[in-house]
């Protein structure tokens, strides 16, 4: 539609009417619905409003023309013409298919977008409504970056912004805006900002020491003296004074522990002195001095130990610590591609070709007291105890493996196999202890002894024997355990110097660690396999469809990638379908007892809640036929190991299972411990090393084993994979034990967890692709 040279405004509203009433229809956008033109007064204010409708100039008529105003689509000029001349066409907003003219001497003035926008924003920046002004400036700066007013008005929002966090408490926020403003518009009000700066510093600084953040602390002083040094903040000088005075007190109390002896004291305050001032006088010659004359190291751990058991299969904190104070007949190294890989304590072992002798060496000359001492006969009766079903030591699977034991010579063994194996030595994990030398049973054999336990450590102390043969080596006197509550906590007690070494690390941090430079993180080799193990003679948890039920009624994927990874890429981290190890890529020979072609069962609660209903039906009809009271279903007792991680997962679960109508109550056990007492729990939360699945299949699944499962399917799958005579039938009936456990659920599989430690770069010795932690403890070396 074109409007006459003489611009009639009766006649452009008529016709805007018009069109109007027979081209916009009721099921036309909100926006079109509104009014977008009238013939006097003012548009309403939109407000807030305005951030929903679509861009657009609005043209205002003068008032000899007839008045009125219009919104148009957004105009190709952007300002008013100094001296217009002729008509302008527009198109106005619901109208867009028609054209309009209008005389330039006709036209008032323009209310062009963007300026509607700066005003709005100026507005509520000078109201302090920096929320309402915040996704008006936004607009500004994504669609008009180069407007000439935008800086100043970006720098006034920011400025403005910081004063009202500051006057109310947010001062950590309020010194981010003030450095975003520096560092946008550095001459900005620059001696006011500056002066803004150091006076919010401070009020932080004081913040994070009062709450004992002093890394946080110490990496925010660095930064502003790096980027405000210039300046000559009073902040920065005030509170690199405080941090010199406490570091100074802190060497000087470490001074005088040494001169009392009391090293212990003495490391702990050498190091707090050196984390708060780097750079003090005399720090790292102090601390190098207490290291080299009781070398101390300190091990933050998630898992206290309570019992010590280096092939413990459901203790995290047993296999840890039991490293240090028990040797094993065979110890595994890692992972290769045929099994494990096992070292004889007492000296080689090899298998004959054909696989059905086992031959054994002891060096006994090689060997540290008191392993020196291994006679022969005695180790070879150890080995027959193995296979006797009385002995406490029984195995088995080495009892259907071995034929005989004979001696050969003063320092030779052969083991008959009754059939072909393909890794005799992964079973004969044998503790050793001293009572093997004619000492205490259940002594220890290794490097270290228990000294103290308490709630909040634990202090191992070398042996003499050990100390003797170091020397002045600077092996570890002491190594300690401190309990962390919590990942975070035991993080910063590693930043801040106070531990040397952290044993396992939330996958999250492993990856914010990653980026320091005086700290390095290392994955282990081998994964940790996490399950639900019933425990108790719960009805309903023994019976396989309630299992399903549960298994059905968790979203592990949720759980694992959401709350345990922080949805954090992992890899290897996955959920499972069976209960053994997945191997940490397609090609890893750790994963040859899992079937891929098995998924995992899907979150289904309506299923769940359907398996519930089917087993206590089936309970009921049970019931009736025995003519026995009906069974109720109590509430399922779910316990954990008293660390986060295991908490964090059950509270998940709890939360899960409670949605399909199961109560739930959560039993978190004494420290160290990770089973539960008979009658306290239904189930019972796991994190399992299946580093052998051809032993620890057993082990896990057996009668006797964690699952005390006495299913006669997991029974057979057993006996068949113990029969195996080459690796082919291993992994063919492992995989059929997969399928089994898959449908039975002696356990229920939940992930498998990739985990890591993490140490301080001037600890050397810590070896590479290590199992355990403690591995390689005899080789640390504390340097400087």
């Not at 802190?250 to 708060?276: T, W």
């Not at 080299?292 to 840890?320: H, K």
């Not at 308490?454 to 092996?475: N, Y």
């Not at 019972?684 to 082990?699: G, N, T």
Request: proline share 6%; glycine share 6%; net charge negative.
């Amino acid at each position: 539609m074109m409007f006459p040279f003489q611009f009639n405004p009766t006649k452009f509203v008529l016709a805007l009417a018009l069109i109007c009433l027979v081209g916009v229809s009721c099921d036309a956008p909100a926006w079109a619905q509104l009014l977008t033109y009238a013939e006097s007064g003012e548009p309403e204010d939109s407000g807030l409003g305005l951030l929903q409708e679509e861009p657009h100039d609005i043209i205002y008529f003068t008032e000899a023309s007839g008045g009125g105003w219009a919104k148009v689509l957004l105009l190709p000029i952007r300002n008013m013409p100094t001296t217009p001349r002729g008509s302008l066409q527009f198109s106005i907003v619901g109208i867009e298919d028609d054209k309009f003219v209008a005389k330039w001497s006709d036209i008032r003035r323009i209310d062009f977008w963007e300026k509607r926008l700066e005003r709005e924003t100026a507005s509520r920046i000078a109201s302090g409504d920096f929320v309402g002004a915040y996704p008006f400036l936004s607009i500004l700066i994504r669609d008009y970056p180069r407007r000439p007013g935008l800086k100043t008005l970006r720098a006034e929002f920011l400025w403005r912004n910081a004063i009202q966090r500051a006057s109310g408490s947010q001062r950590a926020e309020s010194l981010a805006m003030l450095e975003e403003l520096h560092r946008y518009d550095p001459q900005y009000n620059q001696a006011q900002v500056i002066k803004a700066i150091s006076l919010t510093t401070g009020s932080v600084m004081q913040s994070l020491v009062d709450t004992g953040d002093l890394d946080n602390a110490q990496q925010l002083l660095a930064r502003l003296k790096e980027d405000y040094g210039r300046f000559d903040l009073p902040a920065i000088a005030k509170w690199e004074g405080e941090f010199l005075r406490m570091a100074t007190e802190k060497r000087n109390e470490a001074i005088e522990a040494v001169k009392q002896k009391d090293f212990r004291s003495a490391r702990k305050l050498a190091r707090e002195s050196l984390y708060l001032k780097p750079d003090i006088d005399g720090g790292r010659e102090l601390v190098q001095k207490i290291d080299e004359a009781y070398p101390l190291v300190s091990v933050g751990v998630l898992q206290a130990a309570r019992v010590y058991d280096p092939v413990r299969m459901d203790n995290w904190a047993a296999r840890r610590a039991g490293r240090l104070l028990y040797r094993n007949l065979f110890e595994i190294q890692g992972a290769a591609p045929e099994g494990g890989e096992y070292d004889f304590l007492f000296g080689s072992a090899e298998t004959t070709p054909d696989r059905q002798v086992l031959e054994l060496s002891l060096e006994t000359a090689k060997l540290p007291n008191p392993l020196n001492q291994i006679e022969v006969d005695f180790l070879a009766d150890q080995l027959a105890l193995r296979a006797t079903p009385e002995s406490e030591t029984y195995f088995s699977p080495w009892a259907a493996s071995v034929t005989g034991i004979g001696i050969d010579g003063p320092q030779r063994i052969e083991c008959i196999l009754r059939r072909p194996h393909v890794l005799p030595t992964c079973l004969l994990q044998i503790n050793v202890d001293a009572s093997w030398f004619g000492g205490e049973k259940g002594g220890p054999t290794g490097d270290y002894f228990v000294d103290v336990v308490d709630e909040g450590q634990t202090r191992f102390m070398l042996t003499e024997d050990a100390r003797r043969a170091s020397g002045d080596s600077g092996k570890p006197r002491e190594i300690v355990e401190v309990r962390c509550a919590t990942g975070s906590e035991s993080v910063s007690k590693l930043l801040s110097g106070e531990i040397d070494v952290l044993d396992q690390l939330f996958p999250a941090d492993a990856i914010k660690l990653k980026e320091r430079r005086d700290v390095k993180v290392v994955e282990y080799p081998l994964p940790t396999i996490h399950m639900l193990v019933p425990c108790s003679d719960h009805q309903f948890v023994a019976d396989k469809n309630f299992r399903r039920a549960l298994l059905y009624g968790i979203n592990r994927e949720d759980i694992l990638h959401g709350e345990l990874l922080e949805n954090h890429a992992s890899p290897g981290c996955q959920v499972l379908s069976g209960p053994f190890p997945a191997g940490l890529s397609q090609d890893d020979p750790l994963g040859y007892a899992y079937d891929t072609s098995i998924l995992p069962r899907r979150f289904e609660p309506s299923l769940a809640q359907l398996l519930v209903a089917l087993s206590k039906n089936l309970k009921a009809a049970e019931a009736k036929r025995k003519d026995e009271p009906e069974p109720k279903l109590r509430a399922v007792r779910l316990a954990f190991p008293a660390d986060n991680l295991s908490r964090v997962a059950c509270e998940a679960i709890r939360s899960q299972w409670e949605l399909i109508g199961l109560d739930v109550e959560l039993v978190e056990l004494p420290i160290g411990r990770t089973y539960p007492d008979p009658d306290t729990a239904d189930l019972v939360y796991v994190s399992c090393a299946i580093w052998e699945p051809i032993i620890d299949a057993r082990r896990l699944l057996g009668p006797r084993g964690l699952a005390r499962s006495e299913d006669q399917l997991i029974g057979l799958g057993l006996r068949r994979l113990e029969e195996a005579r080459n690796w082919k039938e291993v992994r063919d009936r492992l995989l059929v034990l997969h399928s089994i456990s898959h449908h039975e659920l002696p356990v229920l599989p939940l992930w498998q967890m990739v985990d890591s430690f993490a140490y301080r770069n001037n600890l050397i010795g810590m070896g590479s692709n290590i199992v355990s932690l403690y591995q390689n403890a005899g080789n640390w070396r504390l340097e400087f």
